[in-house]
Structure formats: C-alpha cells, structure tokens
C-alpha cells in the first residue's frame, strides 16, 4: 500500500514514474511518509494533552522511526519477494 502511495505521490513530481524502476526514491520516500506520518501524529497528541512539545527531538526521533520503519518494510518486502519467487 506505500508503493501504491509513494507512486502516486512521485507520479505527480516526475512524469511515468515506477516504484519497481526506482527502488532508492521508493525507499527514501517511503521513509519520509513514515516519518512526517509520526511526526504529525505526536504533534497533535501532545497538544490535545497540553504537554510541551520540543519540536527538534521530535523531528530526530520520528526520522529515526521513519528509517527503522522503511528498513522493517524493505526486509519484510525481500522476505516475501523471496518466497513468492520459489
């Protein structure tokens, strides 16, 4: 569903864009979405708690959680490219 996702949003920058010709943007891109997904999601939870928000420790961690993210999905994808292909 991000490969679809990441596509759609590539596709608008770069004309016949193809997540499978372009496996380094599919996963710099993907890492991103992770990322500002999080990073999003932790900004509006703190607020409608009323906690402190520090916006340079969220922005590391959500970028380390969107890279941990993308290497989770990217061996996850080989696991079962793997199989799919015996």
């Known amino acids: 569903m991000l490969t679809v996702f990441v596509e759609i ?3 608008i920058f770069i004309a016949n864009f193809r997540a499978s ?3 380094i943007i599919n996963l710099i891109a993907r890492g991103v979405l992770i990322g500002v997904t999080l990073f999003f999601l932790g900004l509006f939870s703190s ?4 906690s402190n928000f520090s916006l340079i ?7 380390l959680i969107g890279l941990g993210g993308t290497i989770w999905i990217s061996f996850i994808e080989y ?3 793997k199989k799919s292909n015996k």
């Open 21 to 23: 010709e372009h496996p």
């Open 79 to 81: 696991i079962f490219g």
């Open 57 to 63: 420790f969220a922005l590391k961690v959500c970028l």
């Open 9 to 11: 949003i590539m596709g």
């Open 47 to 50: 607020i409608l708690s009323g």
